[in-house]
T-cell receptor, first 113, second 111 residues
Framework: DAGVTQSPTHLIKTRGQQVTLRCSPK?????VSWYQQALGQGPQFIFQ???????QRGNFPDRFSGHQFPNYSSELNVNALLLGDSALYLC????????????FGPGTRLLVL | GIQVEQSPPDLILQEGANSTLRCNFS?????LQWFHQNPWGQLINLFY???GTKQNGRLSATTVATERYSLLYISSSQTTDSGVYFC?????????????FGSGTQLTVLP
């Protein structure tokens, strides 16, 4: 039973560039949520995808966008990168919209120089 | 929005000691999870416990939903228990299902 996978594991970008992060949910799960975790803080909710639609969004600017594919995998895109976007990006999968247990992937560490 | 507070922020223990971590939340919740984040950043599920008591080996958790708090107990701590412990809650409002995390408890277990 494959768990949640994320790629890449690490990424270095420069200010102004664009980045795409990828997530494959746990087998049988249909909901993907993305979180940003800055150093020393708890994860912050970015948005959630269910049935290929963004159903809920946290307090993040439009530079953050996403997509869910028919196989339930998901992408997080960040445009016009800022130094403050440097963080650990976590993907969580769950069943039926996120109301039950959410399982997290290993994360992608993004460094913006 | 809902506020989640964890205490203590830092905890240093000698191997073999017991500890209690606390999570207070400001509103009624539908879901509460405890996680352990290892040094590599992986969030490991410990408990899904919106109410009641659960035990898993040396760990147990109790959520008293009516009083808006949850406790995580670690007995006979080991160095591998070191890391950050987070509680996170969900309130079912409309389509909202996101986890709101506390700021975590940094646990260090010394050999």
């Amino acid at each position: 039973d494959a768990g949640v996978t994320q790629s890449p594991t690490h990424l270095i970008k420069t200010r102004g560039q664009q980045v795409t992060l990828r997530c494959s949910p746990k087998s049988g799960h249909d909901t993907v949520s993305w979180y940003q975790q800055a150093l020393g803080q708890g994860p912050q909710f970015i948005f959630q995808y269910y049935e290929e639609e963004e159903r809920q969004r946290g307090n993040f600017p439009d530079r953050f966008s996403g997509h869910q594919f028919p196989n339930y995998s998901s992408e997080l895109n960040v445009n016009a990168l800022l130094l403050g976007d440097s963080a650990l990006y976590l993907c969580a999968s769950s069943l039926g919209g996120g109301g039950e247990t959410q399982y997290f992937g290993p994360g992608t560490r993004l460094l913006v120089l | 929005g809902i506020q989640v507070e964890q205490s203590p922020p830092d905890l240093i223990l000698q191997e073999g000691a017991n500890s209690t971590l606390r999570c207070n939340f400001s509103d009624s919740v539908n879901n509460l999870q405890w996680f352990h984040q290892n040094p590599w950043g992986q969030l490991i599920n410990l408990f899904y416990i919106p109410s009641g008591t659960k035990q898993n080996g040396r760990l147990s958790a109790t959520t008293v939903a009516t009083e808006r708090y949850s406790l995580l107990y670690i007995s006979s701590s080991q160095t591998t228990d070191s890391g950050v412990y987070f509680c996170a809650v969900v309130i079912f409002t409309g389509s909202a299902r996101q986890l709101t995390f506390g700021s975590g408890t940094q646990l260090t277990v010394l050999p």
